[in-house]
């Protein structure tokens, strides 16, 4: 007999675990910038207070995993590439982004197949994002 895992059925935001993952995972993912030297430069972008990217990032990620749309109703359209303006986000920047984004979703236990498709997801987000060579 095959143990079954739980089937991609319906969004990604339910496959994920619903808000206590996302939650979870973005947790992890700014505890990962603060502490890792590899993401130095990820972390030098962002100011001293994480706290709301934190939770800005949260209402984010729900809605773009299909869940609850958070994010919008308090902000109206996410302009994520506008809004990362004021940033500067090369290859570095973007790829230390994807490599902690990768991480953490190791971390959290976020299921094999849904963490590929959402590095690949979050690679097309993060490179649109650039704003500068280098
Ligand atoms: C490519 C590299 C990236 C860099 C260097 C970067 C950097 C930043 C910084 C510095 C902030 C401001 C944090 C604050 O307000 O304290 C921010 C906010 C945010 N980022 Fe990124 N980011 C990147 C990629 C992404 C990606 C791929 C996503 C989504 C999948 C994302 C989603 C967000 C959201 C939702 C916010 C909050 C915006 C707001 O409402 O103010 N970022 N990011």
């Not at 030297?37 to 773009?64: I, M, N, S």
Request: hydrophobic share 40%; charged share 25%; glycine share 10%.
């Amino acid at each position: 007999m095959q143990i079954q895992e739980k089937p991609p059925a319906g969004t990604p935001f339910e496959w994920i675990g619903g808000e206590e993952k996302v939650r979870a995972l973005v947790e992890r993912f700014y505890d990962l910038m603060d502490l890792e030297p590899a993401y130095a430069v990820l972390r030098g972008v962002h100011g001293t207070e994480l706290a709301k990217a934190r939770q800005h990032l949260f209402w984010f990620l729900c809605g773009w995993l299909g869940g609850p749309q958070h994010y919008t109703e308090k902000f109206g359209h996410p302009r994520l590439r506008m809004r990362h303006m004021p940033f500067k986000i090369g290859i570095k920047e973007r790829d230390q982004w994807l490599a902690c984004m990768d991480q953490a979703m190791a971390e959290t236990g976020v299921p094999e197949d849904l963490r590929a498709r959402l590095k690949e997801s979050f690679f097309g987000t993060a490179d649109w994002m650039r704003n500068t060579h280098g």
